[in-house]
């Protein structure tokens, strides 16, 4: 074999799994030396200067509050205590939307409110509804406060079961496969791709801290090929249908610490693309830390895919409380033939897990899907250690391909309690399990 400069690296990290002594701590430290939320100059603008008044539309007020701030080089856009009503909000460089004690952001339903713009929906590119608050291009933004940002969403408006809105999946998807520009697939008015919360695109400088999200379309926080991001004590309540928390989605050092989760869908979701869209793009999501965080209700408390093409690396997730009956799983590695990807150099420290619907740890090449397509999956140096779990079905479920194997997973000093059917593990190679107990049974490779 022709040895690469990824191909050494790849094995000098191997061997480091295989020696017992992955080097998980130092990396975390590396990335989070590097992330440095923005900062902003001691200047507010108070919408209530540009005629915003309480319970009445004041996204005109908003929009002239937050031009004036970006024209003089930045500061505070404040909400003021009250319950004010608005469409989307689009920031602008060096502008921080700070929501005050008490203050209250309810964001129309109103579909004719919303603008076209560009946008992802599920890892795939489209022009497509705004989302709630929105930024392209921008660097330096923030939306921080004891505040609250309502969506609104229910099933009488977003959350609506329509037929038309699986058929505008299913033909966006199409347009991605026929590699259609992204300036053709326009969705938007008459159509029904809902919009996510948050999401900063192509930003730099990124921060999200002390808000709480309440009843978003779907996904919450979504940044996308954004770099230098922060999200920190963040409170997010809401049960609709693909509400996930987090969603960092090719984005390059993020830091998620001290937040709530308590979803309708994974709480925190890594992504970096859908099938061939992914590929087109071609940008990892790497170097995230993510830490000191409380999951409740969710499809999984940290998971790592679906929407994964573009490939995942150096995740860090340590420290964190994950239980709910209604969480399926607390670590979710998730792939599949057709969408591919390269998932690696992922640690899983210090989780305590008291109760899970399925399993405490699933890496899975079969989501969604059978094996037999043309883009082998790659899990590959996955560290999980400390954790432990009072109640799940699996503590390990791994699958991988016996032709394209799950490689290198350690597993040490891990506890799992009343695990009903023990473990499952299939075609993984270089598996090290290090003191680690099912049901109070060591556990053997």
Not at 81 to 104: D, M, Q, W, Y
Not at 277 to 299: A, F, S
Not at 349 to 366: A, E, F, R, S, W
Request: net charge neutral; glycine share 8%; with cysteine.
């Amino acid at each position: 074999m022709k040895l690469t400069r990824r191909s050494f690296v790849g094995m000098t990290t191997a061997l480091a799994f295989a020696a017992g002594s992955p080097d998980w701590k130092s990396r975390a430290t590396e990335i989070l030396a590097r992330i440095k939320p923005p900062q902003f100059p001691n200047r507010d603008f108070d919408i209530l200067k540009y005629g915003a008044q309480p319970n009445a539309n004041s996204s005109r007020a908003i929009a002239q509050a937050i031009d004036a701030c970006s024209s003089a080089g930045g500061g505070r856009v404040v909400i003021p205590r009250g319950v004010f009503l608005t469409g989307p909000i689009h920031l602008k460089t060096n502008v921080n939307l700070h929501l005050s004690e008490g203050a209250t952001l309810k964001f129309s339903t109103d579909r004719k409110d919303f603008p076209t713009v560009f946008t992802r929906f599920e890892g795939v590119e489209c022009m497509n509804y705004s989302p709630l608050i929105y930024a392209f291009e921008q660097s330096n933004i923030a939306v921080t406060g004891p505040g609250t940002l309502d969506g609104q969403a229910n099933r009488e408006n977003w959350w609506v079961s329509k037929t038309k809105g699986q058929d505008d999946r299913v033909r966006l998807f199409d347009m991605a496969a026929k590699n259609l520009p992204v300036s053709e697939r326009v969705f938007g008015q008459g159509h029904d791709l809902r919009p996510n919360f948050i999401q900063p695109y192509r930003c730099q400088n990124v921060l999200i801290e002390g808000v709480t999200i309440l009843n978003s379309p779907m996904w919450e926080i979504h940044p996308v090929l954004s770099n230098n991001v922060t999200v920190r004590d963040v409170s997010i309540s809401t049960h609709g249908p693909n509400n996930d928390g987090c969603d960092p989605e090719c984005c390059r050092d993020v830091h998620i610490s001290g937040c709530t989760f308590d979803t309708g869908d994974d709480c925190i979701a890594i992504k970096a693309g859908r099938d061939h869209d992914g590929r087109r793009v071609n940008t990892p999501c790497e170097n995230l830390v993510i830490e000191n965080c409380t999951m409740k209700d969710g499809h999984g408390g940290v998971s790592l895919g679906s929407e994964v093409s573009g490939g995942i690396r150096n995740v860090i997730v340590r420290d964190c409380q994950m239980s709910s009956p209604n969480l399926d799983r607390a670590l979710r590695i998730k792939t599949n033939s057709y969408r591919g990807g390269v998932i690696e150099n992922i640690a899983f420290h210090n989780v305590t897990v008291g109760v899970v619907k399925n399993d405490v740890i699933q890496l899975d090449y079969y989501y969604d899907k059978d094996p037999g397509g043309p883009y082998p999956p790659v899990f590959r140096n996955i560290d999980i250690g400390e954790v432990t779990s009072q109640k799940a079905v699996y503590a390990l479920n791994f699958r991988g391909y016996p032709s394209d194997p799950i490689v290198d997973v350690r597993v040490s000093h891990c506890r799992f309690n009343n695990a009903s059917k023990g473990d499952l593990i299939e075609n993984v190679k270089g598996l090290v399990l290090d003191d680690v107990l099912v049901n109070g049974q060591p556990l053997k490779a």
